[in-house]
């Protein structure tokens, strides 16, 4: 048998104001598609913003359907539509802010395992890493430098 140590690096700001400047306007237009979420069901708004290679900022926020699985997060509908609007873009950074309706959240919320593989699915697509920048309402905010980090033992088309 062989162990195998994977390790994951996560930089932690203190608040916005610790971000680099297209990270602050990154997470702030995750703010506005937050505010934007459809989420009858759960509560929990999510909004994200992507910056392209191309320069457009592209947001997404996550919407419910009363037939659970149907719904999408925010990531996956902000990735899907710059793939379908700017499909020769890159997905340089991506900001993504998380609340809820019944309690604050104040510590850093990373996206979801679906998310995860979409996010991973574009690295792999584009030849490079993406920036991912998260936190909840308010509080600390997690930035890792690639998908990398939060899905280690990607799933990818080297399987198939």
Do not use: H, W
């Not at 680099?20 to 509560?43: C, D, H, T, V, W």
């Not at 499909?87 to 309706?101: D, V």
């Amino acid at each position: 048998m062989k162990e195998i140590k994977i390790e994951s690096t996560l930089y932690i700001y203190q608040d916005l104001d610790e971000l680099p400047k297209e990270g602050i306007l990154l997470m702030q237009k995750a703010f506005e598609a937050r505010k934007n979420a459809y989420a009858p069901y759960s509560s929990f708004y999510v909004g994200a913003a992507l910056l392209l290679d191309n320069g457009e900022i592209i947001t997404g926020n996550n919407q419910e359907n009363a037939s659970y699985p149907s719904g999408l997060c925010a990531e996956r509908t902000a990735i899907y539509y710059a793939g379908s609007q700017y499909p020769n873009a890159k997905i340089l950074r991506i900001a993504i802010s998380a609340g809820s309706k019944n309690n604050q959240t104040s510590k850093p919320i990373p996206p979801c395992g679906a998310c995860r593989q979409a996010i991973a699915e574009y690295e792999i697509k584009q030849n490079a890493p993406i920036e991912i920048y998260f936190m909840g309402e308010t509080g600390k905010i997690a930035k890792s430098n690639s998908l990398e980090n939060l899905l280690p033992l990607v799933f990818d088309k080297s399987v198939l």
